[in-house]
């Protein structure tokens, strides 16, 4: 039995594919008698999880009789073993955690969550809320509280309310450029680790995640084990960085093909060109063996032929479907939230981005053929995106 407000947290940090979630699940066939609530990226592993583990019955929230969280909530009162996703981890209350409170579940995160987010409110309601006093800032001196009286359902900032009394909203003075202004940011639950027996994360590169940064703002400790799942061979040779200065020429710019990408149609275009040729001529490949992303917003505006039923999010993790595809095409150039940088690096932590963009880069990769050992072909435009890969490849 932990002490009271102790928090044991152990990270798994092993490659994708190396078998950390066979492992936990190995763990928990061999603990049948404690309960589990087990938090993944997607539904297809909950089902994974239900289906490996059948003696722990493990029970998915569903909305059908009100919220996915009431439902979670009737089920950790049941003393259920639960699986569900990172989204709904993000909507749990200090309600929710006083349920979790001497129920003694442990926490399985199958990928680190984003614990920190911008949160998107106009800057006149910000100075709504301010100016008319509805909200102050705690004793932290960056924590918002609410100081008028509970607002109607469905009024205006009822939704900030309701974040605000579960402490999920802090205040950041951002300064960008010359321009001071004030941004919020949602911050997951205070005490939600807290809540647990012990919290088990299975991820790769935890050092370059937001959540180790939140961990440290917070004094949250934590160990990390790398040798346990840590495979014996190597990786990088099996990825074919396309190095051809004709294609690459469109990202030789540090920060080209960043989220801007979408106002700029014409590089667009080029870039559908580029990718139609790599995935043509350069490696011709059948196009269900492709796969490609790109910001979401400037996919219709690329297009590349052929490639119409290969795009796949650029924050796909922890899935095994797509093993069959062998060339890639990663178009873009990834770089934190500036607000969420500025404000953990306020907070007096590290921020590693180019190991965060690196590890956003390795999930998506690492969807396709390379996770059973096969070789890929993967163009990479970005010159700083490509640099972080080939580096990767050369000591991995």
């Known amino acids: 039995m932990k002490e009271e407000n102790e928090t044991i947290i152990k990270v798994y940090d092993a490659v994708m594919g ?18 589990y609530i087990y938090i993944t990226p997607n539904i297809d592993e909950c089902i994974r999880i239900t289906e490996a583990c059948p003696e722990l019955e493990f029970k998915q929230p569903s909305n059908e009789k009100g919220t996915k969280l009431k439902d979670l909530q009737k089920l950790v009162e049941n003393e259920e073993n639960i699986t569900s996703t990172h989204a709904l981890l993000t909507h749990f209350t200090t309600e929710t955690l006083e349920l979790l409170k001497n129920r003694n579940y442990h926490l399985v995160l199958d990928e680190a969550i984003e614990p920190c987010v911008k949160y998107r409110i106009e800057a006149t309601d910000i100075e709504m809320l301010f100016d008319s006093g509805y909200v102050g800032i705690r004793n932290d001196g960056i924590t918002l509280e609410w100081l008028k009286a509970r607002p109607e359902y469905n009024s205006k900032f009822f939704c900030e309310y309701k974040l605000i009394q579960n402490q999920n909203l802090v205040m950041f003075d951002f300064n960008n450029s010359s321009k001071n202004k004030k941004v919020f940011i949602w911050e997951m639950t205070k005490g939600l680790f807290e809540s647990f027996m012990t919290t088990t994360i299975l991820t790769y590169q935890f050092d370059g995640s937001i959540l180790r940064s939140y961990f440290d703002i917070k004094n949250i400790s934590y160990t990390v084990d790398t040798q346990r799942l840590s495979r014996p061979m190597k990786l990088g040779h099996l990825i074919n960085v396309c190095i051809h200065d004709g294609i690459n020429k ?12 979408k106002k700029d149609p014409k590089k667009c275009a080029e870039l559908g060109r580029n990718i139609y040729n790599f995935t043509s001529n350069l490696v011709p490949t059948a196009s269900n063996q492709i796969m490609w992303t790109s910001f979401k917003d400037a996919r219709p505006k690329i297009k590349p032929k052929g490639c119409a039923k290969g795009f796949l999010p650029h924050n796909l993790k922890a899935t095994n479907k797509y093993g069959e595809k062998t060339t890639l095409i990663y178009a873009l150039n990834r ?19 180019d190991l965060w963009a690196l590890n956003e880069m390795l999930q998506w990769i690492f969807r396709s053929a390379i996770r059973n050992d096969k070789s890929i072909n993967i163009y990479v435009p970005n010159i700083r995106m490509r640099k972080l890969l080939l580096d990767w490849c050369e000591v991995n």
């Open 18 to 35: 190396s078998g950390k979630t066979t492992y936990i699940i190995e763990q928990m066939n061999k603990n049948k008698e404690e309960k």
């Open 250 to 261: 469109i990202g030789k710019h540090k920060q080209s093909l960043a989220s801007s990408l």
């Open 335 to 353: 770089y934190m939230d500036v607000p969420v940088k500025k404000y953990l690096e306020s907070q007096g932590v590290n921020v590693n981005e």
